[in-house]
């Protein structure tokens, strides 16, 4: 028996509750040949969605949520993965489609797994999670298009969030200037500590804006969307990278087409979910190497027990927690 929390959908309606469950209700072995000990997991944006069932998150039921878990391999018929492997997962649809990490166990495609990086433990690869993963893909597009930190100043949106923190960490540890971009000016003094040199009150990008804009930034990494996302492309430099990655200001883009055909602006858009393996494994390299100790302490990250994922959700949603909550899945 192992402990999970399950989503079930039903006469009775949408309901999210901690349970025990027999080894017999993992998924089928020809949907995962490696079970994994799970040792923490983290609740995201999107996990508070699945849990309160405020967004179609859920595609089958009865389904665990948690996009995110951290563990040791407990049995395994990949040839890539032994027993006592020590392996981290994100996205590729688990606690969407497939039950995910808010139980003690799972069962997954050994090619959805990465090996644990020795230089994190399984709770600190939790409080980087997908955030700080999706952070890396995002720093590793502005790399792959030339953008290095001679090419000017990077721009990083909704920056005190977890995607933006870690950009900030990242891009600063790495040589960048970073402009960070926030609609909580109480978190100047966190941003500069993780290494950005200015602060620009989102309001400044959140309207409507002009198709060009005065040359700003050579490159971005983009969290939010809509006008900030149209106006940050439309202040790009010549040649410019912006890496876009999420959608908290909206999913519509009311920009126009002059950055792109006149500046030579390259959008380059950053999916966490359905990634290549082989763009994983040189994620968590990096992140290995480049997100130093202190950044992610300083980044911060709470720990709740797994019962205590049901209530915490609904706070993730309203925007109520900051930093990563991390959940130890045993407590």
């Keep these: 028996m192992y402990r999970a929390i399950q989503i079930t959908k039903d006469a009775d309606g949408y309901q999210a509750r901690l349970t025990e469950l027999a080894d017999d209700q993992l998924p089928d072995p020809g949907a995962g040949d490696v079970t994994v000990d799970v040792a923490y997991s983290t609740l995201n944006f999107k996990d508070g969605l699945a849990i309160t069932g405020q967004s179609p998150v859920v595609r089958k039921f009865p389904l665990t949520p948690g996009i995110d878990l951290a563990g040791t391999v407990r049995d395994s018929s990949h040839p890539d993965f032994q027993v006592g492997d020590a392996v981290v997962l994100n996205g590729w649809g688990v606690g969407e489609s497939h039950s995910g990490g808010l139980a003690q166990r799972a069962r997954l495609k050994g090619d959805w797994l990465v090996p644990l990086p020795a230089a994190f433990s399984p709770q600190q690869a939790m409080a980087i999670g997908t955030a700080g993963y999706t952070a890396m893909l995002c720093v590793l597009a502005l790399e792959r298009h030339g953008i290095t930190p001679a090419s000017g100043e990077v721009v990083v949106t909704g920056?005190?969030?977890?995607?933006?923190?870690?950009?900030?960490?990242?891009?600063?540890?790495?040589?960048?200037?970073?402009a960070a971009v926030t609609g909580r000016p109480q978190e100047a003094d966190?941003?500069?500590a993780l290494g950005a040199s200015t602060i620009i009150d989102r309001a400044e990008l959140s309207a409507p804006g002009k198709p060009l804009a005065k040359e700003r930034w050579a490159g971005a990494v983009d969290t939010v969307g809509s006008?900030?996302?149209a106006n940050v492309c439309a202040a790009?430099?010549?040649?410019?990278?912006?890496a876009a990655c999420g959608l908290a200001g909206g999913m519509d883009l009311p920009a126009s087409v002059?950055?792109?055909i006149l500046r030579g602006v390259t959008l380059a858009g950053i999916?966490?979910?359905?990634?290549?393996k082989a763009e994983r494994l040189q994620a968590w390299?990096?992140?290995?190497?480049?997100?130093?100790?202190?950044?992610?302490?300083r980044i911060g990250s709470r720990v709740i027990p797994l019962a205590d994922a049901l209530s915490v959700a609904p706070q993730v949603l309203a925007g109520q927690v900051r930093g990563r909550v991390v959940v130890d899945v045993n407590a």
């Design 159 to 178: 920056a005190a969030g977890g995607v933006g923190s870690v950009a900030v960490a990242l891009l600063a540890k790495l040589g960048y200037t970073v």
């Design 227 to 229: 006008h900030v996302l």
């Design 285 to 297: 390299q990096r992140l290995a190497t480049d997100l130093a100790p202190e950044q992610l302490a």
């Design 258 to 260: 002059a950055p792109f």
């Design 236 to 242: 790009m430099k010549y040649r410019g990278v912006v």
């Design 271 to 276: 999916d966490s979910v359905m990634c290549p």
């Design 190 to 192: 966190y941003l500069k």
